[in-house]
T-cell receptor
Framework: GAGVSQSPRYKVAKRGQDVALRCDPISGHVSLFWYQQALGQGPEFLTYFQNEAQLDKSGLPSDRFFAERPEGSVSTLKIQRTQQEDSAVYLC?????????????FGPGTRLLVL | RKEVEQDPGPFNVPEGATVAFNCTYSNSASQSFFWYRQDCRKEPKLLMSVYSSGNEDGRFTAQLNRASQYISLLIRDSKLSDSATYLCVVKKNNNDMRFGAGTRLTVKP
C-alpha cells in the first residue's frame, strides 16, 4: 500500500516568505509526527497529533511554526516569515498506536532552503 | 548534552568486516529502543527494535544495557549495501522519540 507522502519535495523560499508543507500519512494511522532534520544531525521532534488533536507541540522552535491536522488525516506544517536557520529537511512520520514498540513510518521529507 | 549520543564516525570498513556502533542515552525513563537506517538524502527506516535480552536479525545484533544506559549495534560480514547512516532512537512514551545524530558507515570493496 501507499506509504507516507510529502509535498513539495523541495522548496526554495526567500527570507521572510511564508511556506506550507503537506503530509499525507498512511491511511488509518492515528498518530502523526513532524521532525526537523538539519544537515549532519538526526531528526528533531517538532510536534505530534493523535487524530486531529495536537497533543504535543513542545518541539516547535518558535511561534513562527504552526501545524494542523483538521480532519485527522492530512497535516500541514506552516512556517511564517522564514529565516535562513529554518533551512532543513522536514520529515513527517505516522504510526498506528499500539504497543510501545510501534513503528513510525517516515515520508521522504521536504527539503527547505531559505535564501 | 544531547539526550542520545552516538559516535558520528565515519566508519570505513572493507566488505566482510564486523563493525560495532555504540549509543548512550541520558533519560533513565526511556522505555523503547530502536536502530533506524538512513540512506543519503532518504528518509529514516526502521532497522530493528532493541530488546533488553538482546536480539539478532540475520547479520545484525542489537544489545541494550539499561543499567549503563547503553545500546549497541553489531553488523557482521558487512556488505556494500550496508553503507548508510545508523540512527540510535530512544522512546520515552508513545509519542516522544529522540534520535541520535547518527553514525555514518561506508563499506568498501
Amino acid at each position: 500500500g501507499a506509504g507516507v507522502s510529502q509535498s513539495p519535495r523541495y522548496k526554495v523560499a526567500k527570507r521572510g516568505q511564508d511556506v506550507a508543507l503537506r503530509c499525507d500519512p498512511i491511511s488509518g494511522h492515528v498518530s502523526l509526527f513532524w521532525y526537523q532534520q538539519a544537515l549532519g544531525q538526526g531528526p528533531e521532534f517538532l510536534t505530534y497529533f493523535q487524530n486531529e488533536a495536537q497533543l504535543d507541540k513542545s518541539g516547535l522552535p518558535s511561534d513562527r511554526f504552526f501545524a494542523e491536522r483538521p480532519e485527522g488525516s492530512v497535516s500541514t506544517l506552516k512556517i511564517q516569515r522564514t529565516q535562513q536557520e529554518d533551512s532543513a529537511v522536514y520529515l513527517c512520520a505516522s504510526s498506528f498506536p499500539g504497543t510501545s514498540q510501534e513503528t513510525q513510518y517516515f515520508g521522504p521529507g521536504t527539503r527547505l532552503l531559505v535564501l | 548534552r544531547k539526550e542520545v549520543e552516538q559516535d558520528p564516525g565515519p566508519f570505513n570498513v572493507p566488505e566482510g568486516a564486523t563493525v560495532a556502533f555504540n549509543c548512550t542515552y541520558s533519560n533513565s525513563a526511556s522505555q523503547s529502543f530502536f536502530w533506524y537506517r538512513q540512506d543519503c538524502r532518504k528518509e529514516p527506516k526502521l532497522l530493528m527494535s532493541v530488546y533488553s535480552s538482546g536480539n539478532e536479525d540475520g547479520r545484525f545484533t542489537a544489545q541494550l544495557n539499561r543499567a549503563s544506559q547503553y545500546i549497541s549495534l553489531l553488523i557482521r560480514d558487512s556488505k556494500l549495501s550496508d553503507s548508510a547512516t545508523y540512527l540510535c532512537v530512544v522512546k520515552k512514551n508513545n509519542n516522544d522519540m529522540r534520535f541520535g545524530a547518527g553514525t555514518r558507515l561506508t563499506v568498501k570493496p
